[in-house]
């Protein structure tokens, strides 16, 4: 069945650094993709999504390359602040109609000043 | 402000006893979502309604139950609690065709 992979957290890093959350997918067909963000005491938000092969995903300073070849969708940033700090979740959706996702474990960032 | 509310934010059970977590949106979005989220494990998805009168089964059912009650509300319902229900639950909905969630902010539920 589909699944996501997540690398394990918590990561802690220093202001300013640059940031890599590793994702691997196992799904079959053509998903899209997608990372959430939880800041403490909030539900999910969505953060970026790419819907096919070589689709770039960004905001907020944040990207993801859907990589199909590799089956990986890694979260990047080139300078975290301290605002960053939350959980990070990969996930994603096969293309049935009924929007269901699979999200991966979770990755807590927490970023130091 | 437009978007999901959950009822209550949170809830101690003792085991055995039941409830009923609510959820409405007012976003007209044709499918809901219910999610347990456990430490380490992500968010699974215990059931959904993909449109206004179909519920369907997600990873973990057992021991839920569902009702959508119209197209704006979509209730859970645990009918004996255990402890291993104890557990942060979200509730989601999508409009049809998009892409992303909105989510609620969430019932930490503890089952004693």
């Known amino acids: 069945g589909n699944s996501v992979t997540q690398m394990e957290g918590p990561v802690t890093l220093s202001e300013e650094a640059f940031l890599t959350i590793n994702c691997t997918y196992t799904?079959?067909?053509?998903?899209?993709l997608f990372w959430y963000v939880q800041y403490p005491g909030e539900g999910l938000q969505l953060l970026l999504k790419?819907?096919?092969?070589?689709d770039k995903g960004s905001n907020k300073g944040f990207e993801a390359t859907y990589r199909k070849e590799t089956t990986s969708f890694h979260l990047e940033k080139g300078s975290v602040q301290v605002s960053d700090s939350a959980v990070y979740f990969c996930?994603?959706?096969?293309?049935?109609?009924?929007?269901?996702?699979?999200f991966g474990q979770g990755t807590t960032l927490q970023v130091k000043p | 402000n437009a978007g999901v509310t959950q009822t209550p934010k949170f809830q101690v059970l003792k085991t055995g006893q039941s409830m009923t977590l609510q959820c409405a949106q007012d976003?007209?979005?044709?499918?809901m979502y219910w999610y347990r989220q456990d430490p380490g494990m992500g968010l699974r998805l215990i059931y959904y309604?993909?449109?206004?009168?179909?519920?369907d089964k997600g990873e973990v059912p057992n021991g839920y139950n569902v009702s959508r009650l119209n197209k704006r509300e979509f209730s859970l319902r645990l009918e004996s609690a255990a402890p291993s229900q104890t557990s942060v639950y979200f509730c989601?909905?999508?409009?049809?065709?998009?892409?992303?969630?909105?989510f609620g902010s969430g019932t930490r539920l503890t089952v004693v």
């Open positions: 976003m007209n979005h044709n499918s």
């Open positions: 996930a994603l959706s096969d293309r049935s109609n009924t929007g269901k996702l699979i």
């Open positions: 799904a079959t067909g053509y998903p899209s």
């Open positions: 309604s993909a449109s206004e009168g179909t519920t």
């Open positions: 989601a909905s999508l409009f049809a065709g998009s892409y992303g969630y909105t």
């Open positions: 790419a819907t096919k092969a070589d």
